[in-house]
């Protein structure tokens, strides 16, 4: 029996929350003296490590190594997208940047999935995508998330621009939306375990070239209980859980709806603030997070 869409929907919002906190882990390990590149690659060798672990229990289909040569570079675009650059733009972004343009930037992605949908459509190119079409509900609560995060991210902080920083910002949100775009027919095609497996070997494979020049973490930087707590974190409840989580929801739901909730990110990261680290909450921040839900709501069509 077909799981209800309002199941995917509340693992959407549940992933999103859990994507929420990731910034703040990923600040801790730069603290601790880790380059974005090996944040990247040290999370995602454990969760590489846990979704094989998975993949054997299970057997099946999700035990393929190889497909045909066409699908192996779907499985890369996806790796490359969703996996290293999309974080490398990010965490880079946050080096020569405000975090809260970055936020702000990087959580246009379901905008970016929305014009690259229609683009698409018009092309005759949308099949096994979600049906988008511009509505007074989509456009309204697009509009009304992008407001929202413009209160939540802005509300506090002074408005600098980094050319450099804004650019990397704008390249992760398209990363993203071109993940989602790829993912919508794969997924219902390939599943999700299997397909959430290959991003991960992808995402590996395409970050070596980024390690090539680095010097390795000490083992004291490894072994600090701090750094291994944020990178558990990251790797088996951001990555391996999520990845999974969000690739079914992407199936079930569409890419343009499961990629909306995306704006929520900015009410999760004041919310875990707020909760974790003692921050107030502004008026203006408040409303700006009503909104953003008011929004998600309008647009996911619930």
């Not at 190594?65 to 890369?76: I, P, Q, R």
Request: net charge positive; hydrophobic share 55%; with cysteine.
């Amino acid at each position: 029996m077909a799981k209800p869409r309002i199941i995917y929907h509340i693992l959407a919002f549940v992933t999103v929350a859990i994507w929420g906190v990731t910034f703040v882990c990923t600040k801790v390990l730069i603290g601790a003296g880790l380059d974005p590149a090996q944040i990247f690659a040290l999370r995602f060798i454990i969760a590489y490590l846990g979704i094989w672990a998975i993949c054997l229990i299970k057997k099946g289909p999700s035990l393929k190594l190889f497909g045909s040569l066409k699908e192996e570079l779907l499985f890369l675009a996806l790796g490359v997208s969703g996996g290293s650059f999309y974080f490398l733009t990010e965490n880079h972004a946050l080096a020569n940047t405000q975090a809260c343009n970055v936020s702000f930037l990087v959580c246009s992605a379901p905008l970016w999935t929305l014009l690259l949908s229609l683009l698409l459509r018009r092309a005759g190119k949308n099949e096994g995508q979600e049906d988008v079409r511009l509505s007074p509900k989509i456009v309204i609560g697009t509009l009304l998330a992008l407001a929202g995060m413009a209160m939540t991210i802005f509300g506090r902080e002074s408005v600098n621009f980094s050319p450099k920083g804004d650019i990397l910002a704008i390249a992760a949100a398209l990363c993203w939306a071109v993940y989602s775009i790829l993912m919508g027919p794969a997924s219902a095609r390939y599943g999700s375990l299997f397909l959430t497996r290959k991003v991960f070997f992808y995402g590996l494979l395409t970050i070596i070239p980024f390690l090539l020049s680095q010097e390795p973490p000490s083992l004291a930087t490894l072994t600090n209980p701090t750094v291994l707590i944020n990178l558990l974190f990251l790797a088996v409840f951001a990555s391996l859980v999520c990845f999974l989580l969000w690739n079914k929801v992407i199936a079930r739901l569409g890419n343009f709806t499961s990629t909306n909730y995306v704006y929520l990110n900015p009410f999760f990261t004041l919310l875990f603030a707020t909760l974790l680290l003692g921050e107030t909450l502004s008026a203006i921040e408040l409303v700006g997070c009503i909104t953003i839900v008011a929004g998600v709501y309008l647009a996911a069509k619930i």
